[in-house]
């Protein structure tokens, strides 16, 4: 018989910008906790965003930290919106195992104190992207944004593509300090719980809806486990601020939750605010341009490129960037 894992108190030192997996074998659960800190306050601050359009961009950046992570290989997921909304697009790209980037693009105009995320999105679709590499096919899954919360999404994607029972949390917070240094940061945190039990029939769940079936057809119904119920208990009782709060630690919080139970934590997974952008990638950029459009990207002398993603500007003399 293999020896028990060691038991050992929660750390009470918080971990920023990490994904803490855990394990509730009690109740069959499997899950992953994120906080993040300096890594968000990175990328937000590099475009200066507007509150609301920060706190959504935010909420997809821990959304897809907690799908990313769960990444076996070298690959990259990708998180993207397009709909009608003030923030019509929004991209997060995650490449395993440990870097991060977004971009946000919104109309200034058409924000309005007090818009939740679902105002902010409007309707659309929300595209998660799992690429493996150039030799390798790509694994793509959509949901339809009809004025919901990014949460809201993440149910009906595992619901429809997965089909494992899963429950997501996502919080964004702004952190005003006094005293010498940044007086705001942002922070963010977030859990994704499934319920993975070894007998697949005990996930089972009902069927999707008919959609245009006759009326009085029944609707197929499948009672819910009583482990995966108390999961679900246990997880919609977590708040905002224990997702952001920087004096909490991931492991205080999973003992919070689930001690009675029991809760195993594994290493957590460091993550980094990095672009992938280069002068030598921007330069490859340029020569997919026809020469009439690389032509006409000449201001003042020179091609200016920037990069949506981090805002570093990239300098090319006419000949550099192959004008003729």
């Not at 870097?99 to 309707?123: I, Q, T, V």
């Not at 997501?168 to 705001?184: D, F, K, Q, S, T």
Request: with cysteine; proline share 8%.
């Amino acid at each position: 018989m293999s020896p028990e894992p060691p038991i050992r108190a929660p750390s009470p030192v918080p971990g920023d910008d990490a994904v803490l997996p855990f394990e509730v074998a009690a109740l069959d659960l499997r899950g992953r906790l994120t906080r993040l800190g300096p890594a968000l306050d990175e990328i937000l601050t590099k475009h200066d965003y507007p509150a609301p359009v920060g706190k959504l961009l935010g909420e997809a950046i821990v959304l897809t930290t907690l799908l990313g992570s769960s990444l076996k290989f070298d690959g990259r997921f990708i998180l993207q919106t397009k709909t009608d909304g003030p923030v019509s697009f929004l991209i997060v790209d995650f490449q395993a195992p440990d870097r991060l980037r977004a971009y946000a693009r919104f109309d200034a105009a058409r924000l309005k104190e007090g818009m939740n995320s679902g105002a902010l999105l409007g309707r659309g679709h929300l595209a998660m992207t799992i690429d493996q590499g150039p030799d390798m096919s790509r694994y793509q899954g959509l949901v339809a944004l009809e004025g919901g919360s990014l949460e809201d999404a993440a149910h009906e994607y595992f619901l429809r593509s997965e089909q494992i029972p899963t429950r997501v949390r996502l919080a964004v917070g702004e952190e005003w300090r006094g005293g010498e240094g940044p007086r705001h940061r942002w922070r963010a945190g977030g859990m994704l719980l499934q319920f993975l039990p070894k007998a697949p029939e005990r996930a089972r769940q009902p069927d999707l809806h008919p959609g245009d079936a006759p009326e009085g057809v029944v609707t197929h119904t499948v009672a819910e486990d009583d482990a995966w119920v108390e999961g679900q208990s246990l997880i919609a009782t977590v708040e905002d601020v224990e997702l952001i709060d920087p004096d909490l630690s991931g492991e205080r919080l999973l003992y919070r939750l689930f001690h009675e139970r029991g809760v195993r934590v594994f290493p957590s997974l460091p993550l980094r605010a990095q672009c992938s952008c280069s002068r030598d990638a921007v330069s490859s950029m340029l020569k997919s341009f026809t020469p009439k459009d690389r032509a006409d990207m000449v201001k003042d002398g020179k091609v200016a490129v920037t990069c949506e993603f981090c805002s570093s500007v990239y300098e090319f003399t006419p000949e550099e960037a192959g004008v003729e």
